[in-house]
């Protein structure tokens, strides 16, 4: 029998710090509550002055964007001042961590971390955007009989592309829901497959279903955001923060909708 995974990784990504631990003290999430009572926990923040897209190459290249060369998802192309999106695993300039325990012998699975690569020759498994927030290439996979595998065993990801977009019905809304519910239940049992296989050094999962809600959702969970919608809170089941604690910080995540500011 092989020997269990070393270390686990296991992240929410884009989730909110203050509702994960007012829903786990509350008892809503009782995984969430379970490692925090047992386990050795700490706060972290994301460095100041870091543009979105820049803050995943930082972690799995452990440098800062002035040696990675990630400083957000949209950048001028070099020599020019073209504005583009230019795709991160084929312009980061440093190697994910994950290929340095590779190459020293370690086994590993890395399944979704958010704007990577595929990198190939893993002594491992891998897959980029089989359920993903940001999408650079589609669902990839190493090595390559992998993708079918996991299409057959899994199928793919509920959420096609990405789920920005603006102007949702109520209706969209449940549909939304459904599609991220049905997403994180598929992207708990693949991982769980693969674990059981054991022998894993290194094993990751990231889950960006919570992303996807920090963008969409947010307005309706605040209710004194000013594109709130109580109909379509109603029929979705949304918690209101008006229901939440009240020492609970306004969180500065997206609307939909465009909303003026005021000056």
Known sequence: M????EVLLLEVDAGDKH??????????LPNFASPLERGLVGHTMAPRGFLVGSIWPSFYTGVSPARHGIHSLAMLRPGTYEVAHLPTGEHVKREPFWNLLSRAGKRVAVFDIPLSGISEGLNGIQTVEWGSHDENYGFRAWPASLKGEIKSRFGLHPLEGSCNRDHRTPADFIQLRNALIRGVQQKAELPCHYLKQGGWQFFAQVFTESHC???????????????????????????????????????????PRWVPRPR
């Not at 092989?2 to 995974?5: A, D, E, G, L």
């Open 2 to 5: 092989k020997s269990p995974t």
């Open 19 to 28: 509702l994960i631990l007012e829903w786990a003290r509350a008892g809503i």
């Open 213 to 255: 809600v920090g963008h969409q959702c947010w307005h309706l969970h605040d209710a004194g955001h000013p594109g709130h919608e109580p109909d379509a809170v109603r029929v979705t089941g949304i918690r209101s923060r008006t229901s939440m604690s009240p020492s609970m910080p306004r969180s500065a995540g997206f609307s």
